[in-house]
């Protein structure tokens, strides 16, 4: 099965998340990680792949 695509999550001047609108610092990671890109590519597993990604 071939991975969907999916817009990259940003962080906007206000410091959140362009998916969910969350402050960054809020996207915890299982590693530990702190990141709105780390933090939903956990949520979407191997299921999607981030846009900008690919090339």
Partial sequence: ???M???APEV???GECTWCGE???LHVAPDGEV???AFHRSALG???RFI???G
């Fill in 1 to 3: 099965m071939q991975p």
């Fill in 5 to 7: 695509l999916v817009p």
């Fill in 12 to 14: 906007n001047a206000l």
């Fill in 23 to 25: 402050l960054e610092e």
């Fill in 35 to 37: 990141g709105v890109r």
């Fill in 46 to 48: 191997g299921s999607a």
């Fill in 52 to 54: 900008d990604e690919i």
